[in-house]
């Protein structure tokens, strides 16, 4: 399966999902996934997909449902898959954390005046306010941590969406909720987008590994090939056009 077909099947079960009040079971996503060739892993990538979407997946245990429900409603913010942080990122953001912040507390009064200035096109009450929200990001991305995207790179998303939001002329009310808001959805973005960009590298993979092994299996001693191109597209279900591609990027295009 291409990467077309895999993105169409990935918005139809999102669709499926949306439509059955963003519930799946594993019954309905295995069978819309069981025409292609999705290995274990991938599919695991697609269930954290769907759940970086919102989309609960139920159980066999109606009771370990309900304690899932429980806890989504416990921490309404915990949007993303919430990898806990190794030694090294707990590090870094500690540092990262103490080179951004400046120790002083902001009261909400200050803040919303700080707001209110922004609204009338305050170039330091803009300043201000990054520098205030520097540390909320940072922090929101490390709450929202995700095995696929180093924690640093995700704080830089942050950064770039409160920098973009700040400075943003479309909206005419800004806040302390609204930015918060605007963070949240940058980095769940953020996550989605390399999420499905190492899903679509991890299938590129496997699909250079079944080609080189395909190609060993059907190579005479002598080195020969016993098949053309066009046949490999036949006996291992790939467009020409992939194939080529993927010889050309092993060096095996000969």
């Known amino acids: 399966m291409d990467v077309v077909q895999f993105?169409?099947?990935?918005?139809?079960?999102?669709?499926?999902?949306?439509?059955n009040g963003n519930m799946l079971t594993h019954e309905q996503i295995r069978e819309h996934f069981a025409d292609t060739d999705l290995e274990t892993s991938q599919m695991?990538?697609?269930?954290?997909?769907?759940?970086?979407?919102?989309?609960?997946?139920?159980?066999?245990?109606a009771a370990a449902q309900a304690e899932a429900e429980e806890e989504k409603?416990?921490?309404p913010q915990s949007n993303g898959t919430s990898t806990p942080l190794t030694p090294e990122e707990e590090a870094y953001l500690k540092d990262y954390l103490a080179e951004v912040s400046n120790g002083k507390e902001v009261s909400q009064e200050m803040i919303h005046t700080l707001f209110e200035n922004l609204a009338d096109g305050?170039?330091?009450?803009?300043?201000?306010?990054?520098?205030?929200?520097?540390?909320v990001a940072a922090n929101m991305a490390a709450d929202m941590n995700c095995a696929e995207i180093h924690l640093a790179d995700l704080i830089q998303e942050a950064n770039v969406v409160l920098l973009t939001a700040l400075s943003d002329p479309e909206t005419e009310h800004k806040d302390d909720a609204w930015l918060r808001l605007q963070l949240r959805k940058g980095i769940i973005a953020a996550i989605e987008d390399q999420t499905q960009q190492k899903f679509q590298d991890d299938c590129l993979v496997a699909k250079v590994e079944k080609l080189e092994s395909a190609v060993k299996d059907l190579t005479d001693d002598d080195g020969e090939n016993r098949f053309t191109i066009d046949e490999l597209a036949v006996i291992l279900d790939m467009n020409v056009d992939e194939i080529r591609d993927i010889l050309r990027?092993?060096?095996d295009d000969k």
């Open 73 to 75: 409603e416990a921490e």
């Open 249 to 251: 990027l092993t060096g």
């Open 44 to 61: 695991i990538k697609v269930l954290q997909y769907l759940k970086l979407q919102g989309i609960v997946i139920e159980g066999e245990d």
């Open 7 to 19: 993105q169409e099947k990935l918005r139809e079960i999102c669709d499926l999902g949306k439509q």
């Open 122 to 135: 305050d170039a330091i009450a803009e300043a201000a306010l990054t520098s205030i929200y520097l540390p």
